[in-house]
C-alpha cells in the first residue's frame, strides 16, 4: 500500500494517514463570536472525507490580533462549548483536529479591529499602507498569556494537539524578521532575540497544556522579501524548537506584503479590484507584473526548503503549498523530504480527497486549479468558505 495510507504519529498523537489540510480559514463565525451550524458541516464533510488531521482556520488569541473577520476569537472559556462540537464531529469521523492559535499583528486592519494594528517595530507594509504601531513589553507579556490561555481552552475543547501560527508575515513572523523588528530590545536584533517571543509563546503554552499534548508549529521557510526571514534563519529556528520540545514543523512561506506568495497561483484581478479606489487600482497597475511574478505557481513551491529543514531536524516535518499530483506526494514521503503531505485549496473543492485517492489508486483526482478566487473571496471579502472557480465556457460545454 501506498504510505500515504499508512499511519504515522506527532509526539503522542496517532493519525491514520500522511494528509493533513492545512489550516484555512472559513468566515463562517458570527458577529457575536459563535461558530455556526454551517462551520460545523464543513467539518464534518471534510472529517467524512478520509483526511488524517484537520486544521480548521486560526483562532485569533485576541480581539487585537483578529487578521480576518468572521473567524473565531478564542479569548474566553464561552467558546468551549461549541468547540466541543467540533472536535467531537471530527472524532466521530474518524479524523484527528489540532488548533492553530494566530494573532495578526500589522496584518490586521484597523477597521477590523477598531485600532491601530500592532507589531514590533512602526514598519509601514508596503502593500497595505499600513503602519502599525511598536508593540509595548507590558502588551508583548499579555500576548504571549493570552496563546497560553487559548491553547488551554483548545486542550479543554477536546483538540487533539495545537498550532502555532509563525508564518505568513503574522506578529510572530514579524518579531521573527529584521524588516519588521527593528526593536534595540531584547525582543530584537540577534536572531536569539528574534525568536524569544516565539520560545516565550512556546514555553508559556507547554507549562499550561502539559508535556504530552502535541503543540506544532507552522512557520515560513523564508519570506522571500528583502530583510525578511532566510533559510539559514529558518533552520536555526527549526533546530531551537526542536530542542525545547515542539512535535512538530509545517514549512510554508508568504507574507502578505509580497501578495500571492503563500497560495501561489493565478491573481483575479476582476474580484480583487472590485470595491477599490482610483488610487489603490492605479497602485496595482505599477506593481501588477512584480506580484504576477511573485505569485507564479510551481508545484511543491516550498519543497527545497522543507528538505533543507528536514535534513537538520528529526521532528516530524509537515510540508504545505501546491501540492497536487499524486506522484510528488509519494515522492515526498518515499524521498524523506518530509513526513506528512498538507493541503488547504484543493480541499475547499473536494473535501472528499483523500477517499477519492483512496479508491482510485490510479488516477490523479484534484480538481484545484489554483485560481486563487477562494482567497481573495474568503481572506480578503469575507465571504463563506466554499470553492469559488469559474468553469471557462469550453469547460461547461465539454
Ligand atoms: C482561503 C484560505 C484561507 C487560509 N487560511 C489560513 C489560516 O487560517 N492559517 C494558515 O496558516 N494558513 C492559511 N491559509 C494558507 C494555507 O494553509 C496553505 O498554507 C496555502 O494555501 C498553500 O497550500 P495549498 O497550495 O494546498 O492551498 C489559507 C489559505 C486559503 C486559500
Redesign the pocket.
Known sequence: MSKLFTPSKIGTLELKNRFVC????ECLVSEDNIITDKYLKVHNRLSKGGVGLIIP??YFVSKSGVA?AR?LVIDNDKVIDDLQKLTSIAHDNGSRIIA?L?HGGRQCSPEVIGQTPLSPSSVKDSLTGIRPIEIKTEEIKETIKSFAEAALRTKQAGFDGVQI?A??GYLINQFLSTRTNRRKDNWGGSLENRMRFLIAIYEGIRNKVGKTFPVLV?INAQDNIKKGVTLFESIALCKKLESIGIDAIEI?GGIKETGFT???GDIPEDILLTNVNMLKRMLFKFIRGKLKKAAKFQEGYHLSCATAIKNSVSVPIIL????RRREMMEGILENGNADFV?????F?RQPNLVNKLLEKPDSECIA?V?C?R??VE??VNNKP?RCYYIPQKKEVSK
Open positions: 492545512s489550516a484555512t480559514v482556520g486560526n480576518v473567524n492553530q494566530n501560527n508564518a505568513h507552522k510554508s503563500t497560495t501561489k504545505v503549498g501546491g501540492i498538507s493541503m488547504s485549496r484543493p475547499i484545484c489554483n486563487n477562494c482567497t474568503i481572506t468558505l
